[in-house]
């Protein structure tokens, strides 16, 4: 065996670097896409409500996860509603979409089996590199039924680089809304841990806590609302006999009462709401009964109609969008009649124009967006004339403003347009500018900002969120002591953040990452029992390792991971079971034994990697059909053993004999890792062993991107003798591959 160290000057390089590991978030212009076919319309219409309706956690919002952070909305999530009878080809439009949405996925169902169009968005995805992000959902069918197949071929196969289906089989974990399966709401929650990148085990608990708390006091709620209910009946009933203004007192108090409740209702997620809509039902028909008991007056009317709109609006937050728009459509009613008297009258224009924006909401949620923005700008008509006619009306300015806003997200969102969005959000803008409306204008300036990023504009959009940190900064100012408002401040830092350090500008974006930081270490010093607020430290410290390393200032770097890491330790110290903190402690480690790695210290770099691995192996087995942790116990093998061949290099064989049988363990099907354990048996003089396995994998295809075993293997030993590593054995392997002997 001869084995010269190179010099200082020839590296050899084997996978990925540091920076090219640092988990990143592409500009994504959707969420998902969601892909079936025309039969299973229904769910299709179905899914993509409920999750353009699924409300996330405030306090979710912002935590880094593999996928990113976890983001304010699930939506857009793209719902291709052309005729998909039309043959397997793709139009552009889906195709962009495709390209621009970071999971797709796919309902699977005999139908979608037999579906060429769904086939070939499946395909198309794949081959973009995204396999990890494909979502199965199973409507109908079993996967393996030759009767009932459910899955489509490019669900069943590996997708080759050239974009081809291979004969490798693959096994997707899929959730099934089937009634003998998970159930449409358990499946629902296992989409959305997919695209939150969270696990499922968190948004359960969540989702559960909630409903169970929430039931709790709706309960005792209910048990109040039906003695009031009761006695406001009866006592309307006795007092009719005595004066019909007592009535009118009873009525107003009932719409009063169904206005209380749909506002205390609203944003109740995770509530059953079955019984959000028994309890606005019954105040609804509390209106009613104790209306027919006597004369209806236009104070009366004008009470009831406020009380429909406010119903639905709390109504589409549970998802009942039928009901919401049943609700709107009632109030509108009632406001029409009110007009007919007086037409004059800005307020029930306005209030006629929220009944126009109220509708819209639903038809929105329904997935009747063509519907929506026609009711969107009938409302916007109508404010106008208002605006118009009474230009000092603030409060019709302002809802002037929202109707922009509104109309500027169906325009962008499912209509694409981005010019005629970019226009209504400038609208707003002017609007809201002129009313000093602060915190809706910084809203304007995100939307219009996400704009632009989806259309490539990267300076523009920075722009934009440079107008939302001044008005972050500005609020902050004036209420230093307000801690939501300075936390605002550092997200708004961490934006401007992110875009600058993708536009390449890593000292502009570190700036921003250190202002954050400064903010959020304040917090937690303030409160070093508020775990929000270390998490959002830890954070901080995340993102400027992450500038640090794509500066090449690798011990900067290090430092930074390895404070994130103290804080992730530190937190799943104190709660254990909390999947986010070990996720957390993965991802930390991950960039640290990375740092360590491109700085050559391996054996320090090997023990980081393990013990992610250690953290994956864990929850991959706790989780079985979590998809992200699976991907992420892959990962981590995939990086054990790219070192394991970075340690052979080093001339580290024993190490590298050990990293190479661990990961094979792991993952047999996994054949390049054993080339890994090859070399090192090779270099540690136990050729017989080398030679059964160099020539045990002969005739293997795609090994590695595409490659037999045989050139993966010449191209590993071209690689070794580059870092002066020669061995005899390399000469007879070469001559058995290359003559096929």
Not at 187 to 201: Q, R, S, W
Not at 247 to 264: F, K, Q, V, Y
Not at 700 to 718: H, N
Request: hydrophobic share 40%; glycine share 8%.
């Amino acid at each position: 065996m001869s084995a010269e160290r190179p010099s200082p000057t020839e590296e050899v390089s084997r996978g990925p670097s540091a920076s090219d590991r640092l988990v990143k978030t592409p500009a994504f212009r959707y969420r998902a896409f969601l892909s079936y076919s025309h039969r299973d319309t229904a769910w299709g219409k179905w899914l993509h409500g409920a999750l353009e309706g699924y409300r996330i956690d405030k306090d979710l919002v912002g935590r880094e996860t593999p996928m990113g952070g976890v983001p304010k909305t699930l939506r857009p999530i793209f719902r291709d509603r052309e005729d998909f009878s039309a043959g397997p080809s793709l139009k552009e439009q889906t195709r962009a979409a495709l390209e621009g949405s970071q999971f797709l996925v796919v309902i699977c169902s005999p139908n979608a089996a037999r579906s060429q169009y769904v086939n070939e968005e499946v395909r198309r995805y794949k081959a973009l590199g995204r396999t990890s992000q494909v979502i199965p959902v199973i409507v109908d069918g079993k996967p393996g039924d030759p009767e009932r197949e459910c899955f489509p071929p490019a669900l069943r196969f590996q997708v080759g680089l050239d974009g081809a289906l291979t004969d490798e089989r693959e096994e997707p974990i899929a959730a099934d809304a089937q009634p003998q399966g998970d159930g449409k709401d358990v499946a629902k929650l296992k989409v959305v841990a997919g695209l939150l990148g969270l696990g499922l085990d968190e948004i359960v608990r969540r989702a559960e806590r909630a409903r169970r708390r929430r039931l709790r006091n709706w309960v005792a709620a209910l048990a109040l609302l039906t003695v009031t209910f009761a006695g406001l009946a009866g006592w309307a009933e006795m007092q009719r006999r005595y004066a019909e203004q007592a009535l009118d007192g009873g009525i107003r108090t009932a719409n009063s009462l169904a206005l209380d409740l749909a506002m205390r209702f609203r944003n109740r997620a995770g509530v059953q709401s079955a019984l959000v809509k028994y309890l606005l039902d019954q105040a609804m028909l509390l209106q009613e009964k104790l209306s027919s008991f006597g004369r209806t007056t236009p104070d009366l009317q004008r009470s009831q109609a406020r009380a429909l709109l406010e119903i639905s609006q709390t109504l589409l937050t549970i998802g009942d969008s039928s009901g919401a728009l049943s609700s709107s459509e009632r109030g509108r009613q009632i406001i029409v009649g009110l007009l007919a008297v007086n037409s004059d009258d800005p307020d029930w224009q306005q209030n006629l124009a929220l009944s126009y924006e109220r509708a819209a909401d639903a038809l929105g949620a329904q997935g009747k967006f063509d519907e929506a923005l026609a009711a969107y700008r009938n409302a916007l008509a109508i404010i106008q004339k208002v605006v118009d006619a009474h230009p000092g009306n603030t409060g019709a300015q302002s809802l002037l403003a929202i109707e922009y806003t509104k109309i500027g997200t169906v325009l962008s969102n499912q209509e694409h347009n981005y010019d005629e969005a970019l226009a209504a959000y400038r609208m707003s803008i002017a609007i809201q500018q002129k009313l000093e409306l602060q915190r809706g204008l910084a809203i304007s300036y995100e939307r219009v900002g996400d704009v632009l990023l989806a259309q490539g504009k990267r300076e523009e959009a920075l722009a934009a969120f440079q107008k939302r940190l001044s008005i972050a900064q500005e609020l902050a100012d004036k209420d230093s002591g307000n801690t939501d408002l300075q936390s605002d401040l550092s997200v708004a830092f961490d934006k401007i953040g992110d875009v600058l350090l993708e536009a390449g500008k890593d000292e502009e974006a570190l700036s921003a990452y250190q202002k954050g930081i400064v903010i959020r270490q304040k917090l937690v010093d303030s409160d070093r029992g508020n775990k929000l607020w270390q998490r959002s430290l830890a954070t901080s410290y995340y993102k400027i390792g992450g500038a640090m390393l794509h500066a090449g200032k690798l011990d900067e770097a290090l430092a930074a991971f390895q404070k994130t890491r103290a804080i992730s330790q530190s937190l799943a110290l104190g709660d254990p079971g909390n999947i986010q903190w070990q996720r957390d402690i993965l991802m930390s480690s991950r960039m640290v034994a990375a740092v360590l790695q491109d700085q050559g210290k391996l054996d320090d770099a090997l023990k980081a990697y393990r013990d992610t691995l250690a953290i994956a192996l864990t929850q991959a087995k706790a989780f079985p059909k979590d998809v992200n942790w699976q991907g992420e116990l892959r990962f981590c093998i995939i990086q054990i053993g790219g070192l394991a061949y970075k340690l052979i290099v080093a001339r580290q064989f024993a190490s590298a004999l050990e990293s190479a049988e661990q990961t094979i363990a792991l993952a047999p099907d996994m054949i390049w890792l054993c080339s890994n354990r090859a070399h090192a048996l090779m270099f540690l003089d136990r050729s017989d062993e080398a030679r059964a396995l160099y020539l045990h994998y002969r005739g293997e295809k795609d090994v590695w991107e595409q490659e037999s075993w045989e050139d993966f293997i010449l191209g590993e030993f071209a690689q070794l003798r580059k870092a002066r590593l020669t061995h005899p054995l390399m000469d007879e392997i070469e001559k058995r591959f290359t003559a096929g002997g």
